[in-house]
């Protein structure tokens, strides 16, 4: 077997990383001198759906003591370009494909992409993410909190729970605990000191959940979460002022605009939950519950002119998987929804509110049909990005987004396939709700290595530098709960079996892999200090603020401020090439370079220590001393030494180091 040839779409092997039309752009391939002369070609495609590739010879651009660095050059046109290489090794008589998987074996090509004026913003290049969900994270302003009984919300009165409560098992949708936008500012120094370069709040719109994934009204922040003043003690009348009133609404979208420039204070982004796919049952063009008046909305009157920007069927208008909570709006008739919804994603990336970017909820569900789908995301993001060239666009999707990406709907997406779930499969075996477990995974590196190869290729260009990795989030269980290996949730398990023989070991590994792989890596608040949970709705405990001097939560918080800090310390880390060099059943270990340094990540989730032999040489690394630059736990060992291309050594069990090249 060859090893050693490499490309990718870093800035290692590709010039410009974002080209436009009329640039001239330069591919580079990586081949080992020892396997003897080699001649390569470089296959292209021009147009989005031909099959007749273009080749044309490579040209020896440079070399040194390992490698030979083969390059084209061409003019970028307005059209695609899908492209991959073929070696052919004369002394062994072995031609070789390569594309973005790797070596070509018993597969189809999975061709490199370039796509014409696509560019994602360099701020989101590998950005740290925190995640908010803002009524859990701090209370600072008990004014403006729900109150019991306020409003009936899924048949039931809604209901206001003390802080250090746990949710419901069944109702978690109906409780509130009062964290709003003043919580997030007067938090905003810890996330500053923490590391933290994004904030994605999740939906912060006027909304009757806690969720808010059901919005009452795009074009204002729930005062509930901001600044109410104007109220009332009639319970009939409460939630209707606090949500419809102008002094209501006006101030809490200061309060948000005050979020957004104190962050940006602090060099903190905030990226703002879209959910464009549904409204809720309580928005004014459906008005369930006549908060907007009598005769207003398509539940009052099926004939009101908004009745076109839904779905119909003999029940009546249809809601997202039968939900009558979550009307789904129609895309496929008309553009006032369109051009409605584009509006709103530019007013809060515009002057005065300036947010920096979207996540898009259920992306892929958007319409009934995907070539709408697509086109009206490829609107969406042309007006958002007229509005604010540096916002970030990246969509929840949890299959290929290759299709989506290549037409221009989104920058990138929360990068489930090429992070949370081969992680957590290959170091616990564990679905990432906790509903499954597939023992024959944990510690499978073949299987690991294969799944990311393929996500990569799904990812284009920058797509997967910014492109969210997360291993807990508001709708799966908390990772901390995952390292367990057990099958539950919180209404047949119970809260505290959560908690229950979580592997600290594997959680501090799972991270360091998180941040370490392609993409922008990203916290859930509390994962920086273990928090537990089932999937949702126990995912969304409250922060405990009060358990921050305790030790064991004081020692999780300086092991992930530790690792950000070796991270933010290291740019390859952020949008450098990787290659896996050596992987054994429950051992892996894979290098991260560019011009300016070299890392090496080693690690053994086996309960004994692993005896390592790894070829740095496939990370351009021949000799010297490689220093350790952070560990998950501690080891004997300060520095190693590579000799001819090879270090050796032993790591403990249960461990992950990165070594730095000196």
């Known amino acids: 077997m060859i090893l050693g040839i490499y490309s990718d779409q870093s800035e290692n092997f590709l010039n410009p990383t974002n080209p436009k039309i009329g640039d001239e752009v330069t591919i580079k391939i990586r081949v080992p001198k020892k396997y003897g002369k080699v001649s390569g070609n470089l296959y292209l495609l021009t147009q989005k759906n031909s099959n007749k590739y273009k080749h044309t010879p490579m040209h020896l651009e440079n070399e040194n003591e390992l490698f030979w660095y083969f390059s084209s050059n061409f003019l970028l046109t307005e059209r695609f370009i899908r ?3 073929e070696l052919n090794f004369i002394n062994h008589n072995k031609k070789i494909k390569y594309d973005a998987r790797g070596i070509v074996e018993n597969r189809h090509i999975e061709d490199f992409v370039i796509i014409p004026e696509f560019e994602v913003p360099k701020w989101a290049i590998g950005a740290i993410y925190y995640q908010i969900f803002p009524d859990r994270f701090y209370n600072g302003d008990p004014s403006n909190d729900p109150v019991d009984g306020e409003y009936i919300y899924d048949g039931e009165p809604i209901k206001k729970k003390q802080w250090n409560e746990l949710p419901h098992p069944t109702k978690g949708h109906k409780e509130f605990y009062g964290g709003d936008l003043q919580g997030i500012i007067d938090k905003l120094d810890y996330l500053k ?3 933290i370069e994004v904030i994605y709040l999740n939906p912060i719109f006027v909304s ?7 919005t009452q009204d795009y074009d204002h922040i729930d005062p509930h979460l901001g600044i109410i003043i104007e109220d ?3 319970m009939e009348e409460k939630y209707k002022i606090r949500t419809t009133s102008k002094k209501n609404l006006i101030e809490s979208d200061k309060l948000f605009k005050k979020l957004v420039d104190e962050a ?7 990226v703002l939950d879209g959910v464009f796919n549904h409204c809720g049952s309580y928005h004014r063009w459906v008005n369930e519950y006549k908060i907007y008046g009598e005769d207003i909305g398509v539940a009052n009157n099926p004939n009101v002119p908004e009745s076109e920007y839904f779905y119909w069927n003999k029940d009546g208008y249809e809601g997202w998987w039968g939900y009558k909570s979550l009307p789904k709006l129609n895309y496929d008739k008309t553009m006032l929804v369109w051009k409605y919804i584009s509006e709103i994603g530019k007013k809060w990336v515009s002057h005065p509110y300036n ?4 996540r898009l909820d259920v992306a ?6 995907k070539s709408v789908n697509k086109t009206f995301w490829r609107y969406f993001r042309k007006i958002v990005k007229r ?4 916002a970030i666009i990246f969509a929840e999707d949890y299959e290929s987004p290759k299709e989506w990406i290549e037409n221009l709907s989104w920058d990138g997406v929360m990068n489930y396939i090429g992070s949370m779930d081969p992680i957590s499969y290959f170091l616990t075996g564990t679905e990432k709700h906790n509903d499954d477990f597939k023992p024959d995974l944990i510690g499978n590196s073949e299987w690991f290595i294969n799944h990311l190869r393929w996500a990569w290729s799904q990812l284009p260009l920058n797509s997967k530098y910014v492109s969210l990795n997360q291993l807990s989030n508001h709708d799966h269980s908390r990772w901390a709960t995952r390292t367990t290996k057990k099958i539950g949730r919180v209404y047949s398990a119970g809260h505290k079996e959560a908690e229950n023989n979580i592997d600290w070991e594997i959680f501090k590994i799972g991270y360091l892999m998180s941040f370490t792989l392609p993409g922008a890596p990203g916290l859930y608040y509390g994962d920086e200090i273990g928090l537990a949970g089932w999937t949702d709705p126990d995912n969304r405990r409250t922060f405990p603020w009060e358990k921050l001097n305790e030790t064991e939560y004081q020692n999780r918080l300086t092991f992930m401020k530790n690792m950000i800090q070796f991270y933010k310390e290291h740019f390859s880390l952020r949008n450098g090439s990787l290659e896996f060099l050596k992987w054994d059943k429950g051992f892996i270990s894979y290098g991260i370079w560019n011009n300016n340094e070299h890392i090496v990540v080693i690690i053994n989730i086996n309960d004994t220590p692993y005896k390592f032999e790894i070829p740095v040489w496939l990370s351009e690394i021949k000799n010297g001393k490689l220093k350790v630059v952070f560990n998950t736990k501690s080891v004997e060992f300060k520095e190693i030494e590579a000799y001819n291309g090879i270090i050796k050594g032993n790591i403990p069990e249960k461990t992950a180091i990165a070594f730095k090249k000196l």
């Not at 009757?208 to 059901?214: E, G, L, M, V």
């Open 83 to 85: 492209y991959h290489f």
């Open 193 to 195: 000191d923490l590391g």
């Open 208 to 214: 009757p959940s806690p969720h808010k994934y059901d």
């Open 232 to 234: 009332t003690n009639n």
């Open 264 to 270: 940006h204070k602090r060099n903190i982004k905030i």
């Open 355 to 358: 947010a920096d970017g979207w």
């Open 364 to 369: 892929r569900d958007l319409g009934k049909r």
């Open 387 to 390: 509005a604010n060239k540096d």
